[in-house]
Protein backbone atom coordinates (compact mmCIF):
# COMPACT_ATOMS: atom_id res chain seq x y z
CA UNK A 1 0.00 0.00 0.00
CA UNK A 2 1.11 3.32 -0.92
CA UNK A 3 0.26 6.20 1.08
CA UNK A 4 0.11 10.15 0.62
CA UNK A 5 -0.02 12.90 3.19
CA UNK A 6 -1.16 16.83 2.09
CA UNK A 7 -2.67 19.55 4.17
CA UNK A 8 -0.09 20.67 6.22
CA UNK A 9 0.65 24.33 6.25
CA UNK A 10 1.42 27.30 8.23
CA UNK A 11 -1.45 28.87 10.27
CA UNK A 12 -1.73 30.68 13.75
CA UNK A 13 -1.89 29.56 17.46
CA UNK A 14 -5.79 28.51 17.78
CA UNK A 15 -6.84 27.58 14.37
CA UNK A 16 -7.67 24.25 12.57
CA UNK A 17 -5.61 22.68 9.70
CA UNK A 18 -7.22 19.62 8.31
CA UNK A 19 -4.67 16.50 6.83
CA UNK A 20 -5.64 13.79 4.50
CA UNK A 21 -3.50 10.51 3.79
CA UNK A 22 -4.30 9.25 0.92
CA UNK A 23 -4.16 5.15 0.14
CA UNK A 24 -3.55 3.32 -2.86
CA UNK A 25 -2.76 -0.56 -3.58
CA UNK A 26 -4.71 -3.48 -2.53
CA UNK A 27 -7.13 -3.81 0.06
CA UNK A 28 -7.04 -1.76 2.96
CA UNK A 29 -9.70 -3.65 4.98
CA UNK A 30 -7.26 -4.92 7.56
CA UNK A 31 -5.15 -1.61 8.01
CA UNK A 32 -4.67 0.09 10.92
CA UNK A 33 -3.57 3.80 9.78
CA UNK A 34 -1.36 6.07 12.35
CA UNK A 35 -0.69 9.80 12.43
CA UNK A 36 2.74 10.51 13.72
CA UNK A 37 4.61 13.52 13.99
CA UNK A 38 8.76 14.72 14.02
CA UNK A 39 9.35 17.90 15.40
CA UNK A 40 12.87 19.52 14.40
CA UNK A 41 15.85 17.56 16.77
CA UNK A 42 12.89 15.43 18.10
CA UNK A 43 12.03 11.76 17.59
CA UNK A 44 8.70 10.46 15.84
CA UNK A 45 6.24 11.01 18.01
CA UNK A 46 2.57 9.05 17.57
CA UNK A 47 0.00 10.93 17.46
CA UNK A 48 -3.28 9.32 16.64
CA UNK A 49 -4.59 5.72 14.91
CA UNK A 50 -7.59 4.21 13.63
CA UNK A 51 -8.79 1.19 12.46
CA UNK A 52 -9.89 0.81 8.69
CA UNK A 53 -12.78 -2.02 9.72
CA UNK A 54 -13.84 0.15 12.65
CA UNK A 55 -14.53 2.93 14.69
CA UNK A 56 -11.84 2.56 17.42
CA UNK A 57 -9.34 5.03 17.54
CA UNK A 58 -6.42 6.03 19.76
CA UNK A 59 -5.22 9.30 20.84
CA UNK A 60 -1.80 10.45 22.05
CA UNK A 61 -2.36 12.65 25.86
CA UNK A 62 -0.92 15.78 24.13
CA UNK A 63 -3.66 15.82 21.65
CA UNK A 64 -6.87 14.02 22.80
CA UNK A 65 -9.74 16.63 22.71
CA UNK A 66 -7.98 18.40 19.74
CA UNK A 67 -7.62 16.37 17.11
CA UNK A 68 -9.64 13.61 15.83
CA UNK A 69 -9.10 11.12 13.56
CA UNK A 70 -11.46 9.61 10.65
CA UNK A 71 -11.45 7.34 7.30
CA UNK A 72 -13.24 7.36 4.45
CA UNK A 73 -13.08 3.92 3.03
CA UNK A 74 -14.70 4.47 -0.11
CA UNK A 75 -11.97 7.39 -0.88
CA UNK A 76 -9.08 5.49 0.51
CA UNK A 77 -8.87 8.71 2.73
CA UNK A 78 -7.94 9.07 6.57
CA UNK A 79 -8.14 12.46 7.87
CA UNK A 80 -6.34 13.84 10.98
CA UNK A 81 -8.87 17.12 11.97
CA UNK A 82 -6.73 19.51 13.84
CA UNK A 83 -8.16 22.03 16.38
CA UNK A 84 -7.27 24.45 19.01
CA UNK A 85 -3.27 24.29 17.53
CA UNK A 86 -0.66 25.00 19.17
CA UNK A 87 2.78 26.17 18.32
CA UNK A 88 4.14 23.19 20.08
CA UNK A 89 2.31 20.94 17.89
CA UNK A 90 4.46 22.61 14.65
CA UNK A 91 6.00 19.50 13.05
CA UNK A 92 6.35 16.91 10.07
CA UNK A 93 3.13 14.99 10.59
CA UNK A 94 3.79 11.35 8.54
CA UNK A 95 0.32 9.02 8.20
CA UNK A 96 1.74 5.36 8.45
CA UNK A 97 -0.57 2.02 7.68
CA UNK A 98 0.27 -1.70 9.35
CA UNK A 99 -2.25 -5.18 8.59
CA UNK A 100 -0.71 -6.97 11.36
CA UNK A 101 -0.40 -4.58 14.19
CA UNK A 102 -1.24 -5.30 17.55
CA UNK A 103 -3.04 -3.34 20.06
CA UNK A 104 -0.26 -2.94 22.32
CA UNK A 105 2.23 -1.79 19.48
CA UNK A 106 -0.46 0.49 17.82
CA UNK A 107 1.73 3.73 19.28
CA UNK A 108 5.20 2.03 18.26
CA UNK A 109 6.10 3.58 15.06
CA UNK A 110 8.75 1.01 14.27
CA UNK A 111 5.29 -1.51 14.33
CA UNK A 112 4.24 0.69 10.83
CA UNK A 113 5.66 -0.77 7.38
CA UNK A 114 3.84 1.65 5.26
CA UNK A 115 4.88 5.15 5.31
CA UNK A 116 3.86 8.27 3.40
CA UNK A 117 5.85 11.21 2.83
CA UNK A 118 5.45 14.08 5.32
CA UNK A 119 3.79 17.41 5.50
CA UNK A 120 5.05 20.10 7.52
CA UNK A 121 2.43 22.07 10.00
CA UNK A 122 3.66 25.13 11.57
CA UNK A 123 2.02 27.15 14.17
CA UNK A 124 2.88 30.46 15.03
CA UNK A 125 2.06 32.26 18.44
Known amino acids: VQLQASGGGLVQAGDSLRLSCLAS????????VGWFRQAPGKGREFVAAIRWNSRNTYYASSVKGRFTTARDNDKKSVYLQMNSLKPEDTAVYYC???????????????????WGQGTLVTVSS
Open 96 to 114: AASRTIILSSITNSDAYGN
Open 25 to 32: GRTFSSYV
